[in-house]
């Protein structure tokens, strides 16, 4: 069974910076595309980072610059730095894994959650 645990949340001033982690443990056979997305009450969850097999990484521009995912493969961990935070910035954080699990013919390409964590900005 996969689990997505994240953790680094919490209350920061405007101009601060916090870092957001997210262990995935489980039967897992490779990390295909990992991200972070958020939802702010009464708003659409939206994508705020996504990094790829490759390392290749996507952001939206409301946090370019600001924000910065990396996945360390062997800790099964991804991260999201951010930097330069604004109120808009206050949400839910949850982490998005793409993965694939199992083994020979029981190999599956499934995406998961985490539980999500509270990032406040705020004065």
């Known amino acids: 069974q996969v689990q997505l645990v994240e953790s680094g949340g919490g209350l920061v001033q405007p101009g601060g910076s916090l870092s957001l982690s997210c262990v995935v443990s489980?039967?897992?056979?490779?990390?295909?595309?990992m991200g972070w997305y958020r939802q702010a009450p009464g708003k659409q969850r939206e994508m705020v980072a996504t990094?790829?097999?490759?390392?290749?990484?996507n952001y939206p521009d409301a946090v370019k610059g600001r924000f910065t995912v990396s996945v360390d493969k062997d800790k099964k961990t991804v991260y999201l730095q951010m930097n330069l935070l604004k109120p808009e910035d206050t949400a839910v954080y949850y982490c998005?894994?793409?993965?694939?699990?199992?083994?020979?013919?029981?190999?599956?390409?499934?995406?998961?959650w985490g539980q999500g964590t509270q990032v406040t900005v705020s004065s």
């Open positions: 998005n894994a793409d993965i694939t699990t199992g083994s020979g013919w029981g190999r599956r390409r499934d995406v998961y």
């Open positions: 489980g039967n897992i056979y490779s990390l295909n595309v």
């Open positions: 990094i790829g097999s490759s390392s290749s990484t």
